[in-house]
C-alpha cells in the first residue's frame, strides 16, 4: 500500500498531498520500546528493570528476553487488529536509549532503527501512519518517573550537552525516514518541563532547524510545556512552518483518586470542555493543528481486585464518549471540524488499553503476588489506588508534617505548581525510592526460569494471547 504523498500542514487541518484534510485517530503503543511500569509490572523506571533483570537474569537470558518481548509485542496482526477499528496512527514512543548509551552520547546505535523499523513498516502495510515519539531524554526532560531518569527534577534543561545530543539524534532519525511517507511525522520530547520556559523554546528552535535540514518534509508535533499543557511562553510572532501543537488532555474524571462521580452533568462537561479550550488557546491564536497526543481513562480490573467494575467502567467510558464529543468540533479554526488525536494507551496488563495480557496468562501466573504487594503499596503513580491503612499509617502523617512546617504561601511554590507537595512526596518516596528498592524483588521473580519460560512470559504480549477491551474498541471505531 502507498500513502498518497507526505501528509502536510495548511492552516489549521493536517492534509494530504491533495489538500484532503486528514484526521488522525489513534493510540500510542506504549510500553514497548518505551516501557512504564503501570503497563507491564514492574516498579520504578525503565533503567532501573532492566538493571535489576540483568542481575537475576545473566546477559544471555537477559538479551533473549527482551529481543522475544520487543518482536511480539507488536505484529502484523496488531496492525490488521488497529486497522480494523477504523484507526489510522500509532504513535511510537521511544526510550532513547535504544540510539544512545549515557557513557558516548554522540554514537548512534543502528540497533534503535531496526526495532522502529520493524513497526512504522508493519503499520504501513496496513495504512496506518505513524508518529515517532522520543518519550525519555538523558537526565529527564520532566519530573515524572516516565522519562526514565530516576529523578524528581527534569536536569536534562541544565546542560545544553545533553540537549545538543537530542538534537542530533533527531538529525539522524530525521535522515532515517526522510523519504517514507507513512511516517506522519516526529515528536522531538513528550511532555517536556522547563521550569523556566526559555530553554524549552530554544530547544525548539535548534531541533526544528536541525531536523529540516535533512527532512523539509515532515511534520513537526511539539508538545506543550509542562507536560504538554503550557503553552502560555511560546511566542506569537513565531510559529514554526509545517508544526502541529500539541496536547495532553486527561480528565480527572478517568482516574481512581477522583471522588466526584462522573453524570455527564453541565458543570462537568463544561470543565471538561474548558480544560481543553484552555490548553488551546495558543493554538486557536497562531491558528494552527491540534494534535491531542494523549488522554484516555483508567479502568477497574478483576485482576486487580477493584470492586463494582462494571458500574465504573461505564461511567469511564462515558468520560471518553463525551471528551470525543469535544474533540470532534475542536478545531481551532471554529469551524466545528474534528481535531487528530492519540488515545494512551494500545497494549498493557489491565490499566488503560485496548488490548491487554489475560489474567489466565503465565505473566499473572508467575507475577500475581508480586502485583497485589505493588497495589496495595501504591507503587504506580498512574492510577494509583492503594491501602487506606498504608495511607493513613505511613504517608498521611509524612503529608501532614509537611504542611505544618512548610508557610501556607510556599505549598505550591515548586514547579510544576499544579502538583503540590503531597504529590512530590508520593514521587519521591515510593515512585522514586521505594520502587528502586523493591526493582529487584520484581526482578527476583524471574530467577531460574528457562528460556522456554521467558519465551512464554513475552508471548503473553503477542496479539492471540491478549484479551480486547471490547466497549472501548467498539467507541473508538465508531467515532
Same mark, same amino acid.
Given at each position: 500500500?502507498?500513502?498518497?504523498?507526505?501528509?502536510k #500542514?495548511?492552516?489549521?487541518?493536517?492534509?494530504?498531498q491533495? *489538500?484532503?484534510?486528514?484526521?488522525?485517530?489513534?493510540?500510542?503503543?506504549?510500553?514497548?520500546?518505551?516501557m @512504564?511500569?503501570?503497563?507491564?509490572?514492574?516498579?520504578?523506571?525503565?533503567?532501573?528493570?532492566?538493571?535489576?533483570?540483568l542481575?537475576v537474569?545473566?546477559?544471555?537470558?537477559?538479551?533473549?528476553?527482551?529481543?522475544?518481548?520487543?518482536?511480539?509485542?507488536?505484529?502484523?496482526k496488531?496492525?490488521?487488529? $488497529?486497522a480494523?477499528?477504523?484507526?489510522?496512527?500509532?504513535?511510537?514512543?521511544?526510550?532513547?536509549?535504544?540510539?544512545?548509551?549515557?557513557?558516548?552520547?554522540?554514537?548512534?546505535?543502528?540497533e534503535? $532503527? &531496526?526495532?522502529?523499523?520493524r513497526?512504522?513498516?508493519?503499520?504501513?502495510?496496513?495504512?496506518?501512519?505513524?508518529?515517532? *515519539?522520543?518519550?525519555?531524554?538523558?537526565a529527564?526532560q520532566?519530573?515524572?518517573?516516565?522519562? =526514565?531518569? /530516576?529523578?524528581?527534577k527534569?536536569?536534562?534543561?541544565?546542560?545544553?550537552?545533553?540537549?545538543?545530543?537530542?538534537?542530533?539524534?533527531? +538529525?539522524?532519525?530525521?535522515?532515517?525516514?526522510?523519504?517514507?511517507?507513512w511516517?506522519?511525522?516526529?515528536n522531538?520530547?513528550?511532555?517536556?518541563?522547563?521550569?523556566?520556559?526559555h530553554?524549552?523554546?530554544?530547544?525548539?528552535?535548534?531541533?526544528?532547524?536541525?531536523i529540516?535540514?535533512?527532512?523539509?518534509?515532515?511534520?513537526l508535533?511539539?508538545?506543550?510545556?509542562?507536560?504538554?499543557?503550557?503553552?502560555?511562553?511560546f511566542?506569537l510572532?513565531?510559529?514554526?512552518?509545517?508544526?502541529?501543537?500539541?496536547?495532553?488532555?486527561?480528565?480527572?474524571?478517568?482516574?481512581?483518586?477522583c471522588?466526584?462521580?462522573?453524570?455527564?452533568?453541565?458543570?462537568?462537561?463544561?470543565?471538561?470542555?474548558?480544560?481543553? @479550550?484552555?490548553?488551546i488557546d495558543y493554538?486557536?491564536?497562531?491558528?494552527?493543528?491540534?494534535?491531542n497526543?494523549?488522554?484516555?481513562?483508567v479502568?477497574?480490573?478483576? #485482576?486487580?481486585?477493584?470492586?463494582?467494575?462494571? %458500574?465504573?467502567?461505564?461511567?469511564?467510558? +462515558?468520560?471518553?464518549?463525551?471528551?470525543?464529543?469535544?474533540?470532534?468540533? /475542536?478545531?481551532? !479554526?471554529?469551524? %466545528?471540524?474534528?481535531?487528530?488525536?492519540?488515545?494512551?494507551?494500545?497494549?498493557?496488563?489491565?490499566?488503560?488499553?485496548?488490548?491487554?495480557? !489475560?489474567?489466565?496468562?503465565?505473566?499473572f501466573?508467575?507475577l500475581?503476588?508480586?502485583?497485589?504487594?505493588?497495589k496495595?503499596l501504591g507503587? =504506580?503513580?498512574?492510577? +494509583?489506588?492503594?491501602d487506606?491503612?498504608?495511607?493513613?499509617? #505511613?504517608?498521611?502523617?509524612?503529608?501532614?508534617?509537611?504542611k505544618?512546617?512548610?508557610?501556607? %504561601?510556599?505549598? !505550591?511554590?515548586?514547579y510544576?505548581?499544579?502538583?503540590?507537595?503531597?504529590?512530590?512526596?508520593? &514521587?519521591?518516596? &515510593?515512585?522514586?525510592?521505594?520502587?528502586?528498592?523493591l526493582?529487584?524483588?520484581?526482578?527476583?521473580?524471574?530467577k531460574?526460569?528457562?528460556?522456554?519460560?521467558? =519465551?512464554?512470559?513475552?508471548a503473553?504480549?503477542?496479539?492471540?494471547n491478549?484479551? +480486547?477491551r *471490547? #466497549?472501548?474498541?467498539?467507541?473508538?471505531?465508531?467515532?
Amino acid at each position: 500500500m502507498t500513502a498518497q504523498g507526505f501528509l502536510k #500542514v495548511k492552516g489549521t487541518k493536517i492534509v494530504d498531498q491533495n *489538500d484532503k484534510p486528514v484526521v488522525l485517530k489513534g493510540a500510542a503503543n506504549g510500553g514497548h520500546l518505551n516501557m @512504564e511500569n503501570f503497563i507491564t509490572g514492574y516498579p520504578g523506571t525503565e533503567t532501573e528493570h532492566k538493571e535489576a533483570l540483568l542481575k537475576v537474569l545473566g546477559q544471555e537470558k537477559f538479551d533473549f528476553f527482551f529481543e522475544k518481548f520487543y518482536e511480539y509485542f507488536w505484529t502484523d496482526k496488531d496492525s490488521e487488529f $488497529f486497522a480494523s477499528l477504523k484507526l489510522n496512527c500509532l504513535r511510537i514512543p521511544f526510550n532513547y536509549h535504544h540510539f544512545l548509551d549515557d557513557n558516548d552520547l554522540t554514537k548512534v546505535k543502528p540497533e534503535g $532503527f &531496526r526495532l522502529l523499523d520493524r513497526i512504522v513498516d508493519s503499520c504501513a502495510k496496513y495504512g496506518i501512519y505513524t508518529i515517532l *515519539d522520543l518519550h525519555t531524554a538523558p537526565a529527564g526532560q520532566n519530573q515524572g518517573w516516565h522519562c =526514565d531518569a /530516576g529523578l524528581h527534577k527534569a536536569l536534562f534543561w541544565n546542560f545544553n550537552s545533553l540537549q545538543d545530543s537530542i538534537i542530533d539524534l533527531w +538529525k539522524v532519525i530525521a535522515a532515517h525516514y526522510k523519504d517514507n511517507t507513512w511516517v506522519a511525522g516526529y515528536n522531538p520530547l513528550n511532555e517536556p518541563a522547563d521550569s523556566k520556559h526559555h530553554r524549552l523554546i530554544s530547544f525548539y528552535d535548534k531541533c526544528e532547524k536541525a531536523i529540516r535540514e535533512v527532512d523539509p518534509n515532515h511534520i513537526l508535533f511539539l508538545d506543550g510545556n509542562t507536560y504538554s499543557m503550557d503553552f502560555s511562553q511560546f511566542p506569537l510572532d513565531r510559529v514554526y512552518p509545517n508544526t502541529v501543537y500539541a496536547i495532553h488532555d486527561y480528565a480527572i474524571y478517568g482516574f481512581p483518586s477522583c471522588k466526584e462521580k462522573y453524570v455527564g452533568s453541565d458543570e462537568q462537561l463544561g470543565k471538561l470542555k474548558s480544560q481543553y @479550550e484552555n490548553k488551546i488557546d495558543y493554538i486557536k491564536k497562531i491558528q494552527v493543528p491540534v494534535w491531542n497526543g494523549e488522554f484516555g481513562p483508567v479502568y477497574s480490573s478483576e #485482576v486487580r481486585g477493584d470492586k463494582n467494575i462494571e %458500574e465504573t467502567n461505564l461511567v469511564r467510558y +462515558k468520560v471518553l464518549r463525551d471528551q470525543l464529543k469535544i474533540y470532534a468540533k /475542536g478545531d481551532p !479554526s471554529g469551524d %466545528e471540524s474534528p481535531i487528530s488525536w492519540s488515545i494512551w494507551l494500545y497494549k498493557d496488563i489491565g490499566y488503560q488499553g485496548l488490548t491487554y495480557v !489475560s489474567p489466565k496468562s503465565k505473566w499473572f501466573q508467575l507475577l500475581g503476588p508480586w502485583l497485589e504487594k505493588k497495589k496495595k503499596l501504591g507503587l =504506580d503513580g498512574w492510577g +494509583k489506588d492503594s491501602d487506606p491503612e498504608i495511607e493513613k499509617n #505511613v504517608y498521611d502523617p509524612v503529608k501532614k508534617h509537611f504542611k505544618e512546617v512548610i508557610p501556607k %504561601e510556599f505549598q !505550591s511554590i515548586v514547579y510544576p505548581t499544579h502538583r503540590n507537595f503531597e504529590n512530590y512526596i508520593d &514521587r519521591v518516596l &515510593r515512585e522514586n525510592l521505594l520502587s528502586q528498592y523493591l526493582t529487584y524483588e520484581f526482578a527476583s521473580y524471574f530467577k531460574g526460569l528457562s528460556f522456554e519460560d521467558l =519465551d512464554e512470559l513475552a508471548a503473553c504480549f503477542k496479539f492471540e494471547n491478549v484479551e +480486547k477491551r *471490547d #466497549v472501548l474498541n467498539q467507541y473508538l471505531a465508531e467515532y
